[in-house]
């Protein structure tokens, strides 16, 4: 965790949430108590974190001196880079495999709904997939393929803008 200094840790019941921004990313949130908000937030400025203290939610306890880095932010730990920039980082062990946020393929007509997304299995030597997804089946193309399939898509589309017009 790049430039998250200490903070301090009494233990007691955190009575404040601080949100932690680098480059108007939201990269942490560090939990203090009244006690030492002022410090902590000294330190935080200090290190160049923008911090924005604000209150705690409902139902939320925390201790003084706890800190959650967010995997996606600026301050994530190096382990967390082997995550391809498009991956959802939710749960990729117990899938075994990275995925892109699924994105529906709306016509706004009763259609049967499809997503597509990308798919990579945690291996280093893995290659970036493609996934087509429907109510019933999924399909996996590489990205060669879905490339080509773009191309087809295209000229379908086009032979069928013309076989309207004739």
Do not use: K
């Not at 680098?22 to 002022?38: E, K, M, Q, R, V």
């Amino acid at each position: 965790m790049s430039n998250l200094p200490t903070l301090p840790e009494c233990g007691e019941p955190a009575t404040l949430r601080i949100e932690l921004y680098t480059t108007d990313s939201l990269d942490a949130c560090a939990y203090t108590c009244a006690a030492h908000t002022p410090h902590a937030l000294g330190a935080l400025g200090r290190a160049g974190l923008d911090a924005y203290p604000i209150g705690l939610g409902p139902g939320v306890s925390r201790p003084c001196g706890h800190v959650f880095v967010y995997p996606t932010g600026n301050l994530a730990a190096p382990d967390d880079l082997a995550h391809p920039r498009w991956c959802d980082r939710d749960r990729c062990r117990l899938r075994g495999r990275h995925c892109s946020r699924a994105r529906r393929l709306d016509t706004n007509r009763s259609e049967s709904s499809v997503e597509v997304g990308l798919v990579r299995a945690l291996h280093p030597a893995a290659r970036t997939m493609v996934s087509l997804s429907g109510a019933a089946s999924a399909v996996v193309l590489s990205t060669g393929q879905a490339r080509v399939l773009r191309y087809r898509l295209a000229h379908l589309l086009d032979l069928a803008a013309v076989s309207r017009q004739g």
